[in-house]
């Protein structure tokens, strides 16, 4: 599968952006879908993931709960990511991935198939 991220930009905290990731050459709903973030000079760090086929079981990276929604649409092979109050520590290069192993690994990018290009999330203070 094929993934096309978008929707990063500019944005003062407490503001709030969505993500898109848009598949193709296959269907979203036989992945885990998961997305991750990396800042400069750290290393990539898992954000959300959502569950397949139809996305009953979602989990989130401590620091972003009750501020991220990350959903799927099957239907227009589309995952997103509803980033709302958003913090400077926000700031990083957003990625969409892909995973045909377990809902157990969902944190492990080691396990993901299938990466999008990545796009930019600023947050000024």
């Known amino acids: 599968v094929q993934l096309q991220a978008s929707g990063g930009g500019l944005v003062q905290a407490g503001g709030s952006l969505r993500l898109s990731c848009a598949a193709s050459g296959r269907t979203v709903s036989s992945y885990v879908m998961g997305w991750f973030r990396q800042a400069p000079g750290k290393e990539r760090e898992f954000v959300a993931a959502i569950s397949r086929p139809t996305g009953s079981s979602t989990d989130y990276a401590d620091s972003v709960k009750g501020r991220f929604t990350i959903s799927r649409d099957n239907v227009k092979n589309t995952l997103y990511l509803q980033m709302n109050i958003l913090k400077p520590d926000d700031t990083a290069v957003y990625y969409c991935?892909?995973?045909?192993?377990?809902?157990?690994?969902?944190?492990?990018?080691?396990?993901?198939?299938?990466w999008g290009q990545g796009t930019q999330v600023t947050v000024s203070s």
């Open positions: 991935a892909a995973s045909l192993g377990s809902w157990y690994e969902r944190t492990n990018y080691n396990r993901y198939n299938s």
